[in-house]
């Protein structure tokens, strides 16, 4: 697969129903060996062997982007996420906003950019992609209201995002660099490292009204008893219309 079809037809995969390991062969039996053998990473935008992940054009929008580990992990609850040793990669899927800008056209400014990994509960491929795209308008502008209030330890977020309670934490810094939104979720809140495949988490880019950076990183329980399956991609918005309320 090769091309732009070779795109669409790889990313198709990331919404499959009938097989939840259709992601992991494109980018292990695709994307990894065309950069092994040809110096290419078609069909996926990006491979990087050295840091073992790859990104590839998701679905919604015509710019969401994937961040995917070169490694068999099948989503948040895996244990190797937690590894000292482990990779961030999240500052991966931070870094990947390049190519997520690229096929808009234009610079996205830090606050109306999210990152997002789904539950085990409402996934629908069982490795591990981290979302990266615009976050909702209206998520966007409540995160810009409220970030000013949101502690550096995890708390209740009292307003809801997209209907649901989340609670969340702020990280300074221009980059997440080694802090791990996994590790900080499982480290600083006991529920949630017991049952991790139930969480999802959700990294948005933020600043201060001082014009400090950082990021704010969301996380929701499921609920599957009343139909809440924890879908932290809820909070973006593929189509990128925040981009018409924030100016860059």
Not at 17 to 42: I, Q
Not at 168 to 197: I, N, Q, T
């Amino acid at each position: 697969m090769t091309g732009s079809g070779g795109v669409c037809a790889a990313t198709d995969v990331s919404r499959s129903e009938t097989n939840r390991d259709a992601l992991w062969k494109v980018v292990d039996s695709v994307c990894v060996p065309d950069m092994r053998l040809r110096g290419s990473p078609a069909p996926c935008a990006q491979v990087d062997l050295r840091r073992g992940f790859v990104v590839m054009k998701d679905i919604p929008g015509r710019a969401q982007v994937l961040l995917i580990p070169t490694r068999r992990i099948t989503g948040i609850e895996d244990p190797q996420l937690l590894s000292p040793a482990g990779p961030n990669y999240w500052q991966a899927a931070w870094e990947a906003r390049g190519s997520f800008e690229q096929r808009l056209g234009r610079r996205v400014p830090r606050e109306a950019i999210g990152l997002a990994i789904n539950s085990a509960l409402s996934r629908t491929q069982d490795q591990l992609h981290i979302h990266v795209a615009c976050l909702r308008p209206d998520v966007a502008s409540m995160l810009r209201i409220r970030g000013g209030f949101i502690g550096l330890r995890w708390s209740d977020l009292r307003i809801p995002l997209a209907g649901r309670r989340y609670r969340a934490m702020r990280v300074m810094g221009e980059d997440l660099g080694p802090r791990d939104p996994f590790k900080l979720l499982a480290s600083g809140d006991p529920l949630a490292h017991a049952d991790m495949g139930r969480q999802t988490l959700v990294v948005a880019g933020y600043r201060s009204e001082r014009g400090k950076p950082g990021f704010l990183l969301l996380s929701h329980l499921a609920e599957p008893a009343v139909g809440d399956r924890a879908h932290g991609e809820d909070l973006l918005d593929p189509r990128c219309t925040a981009l018409r309320q924030v100016t860059p």
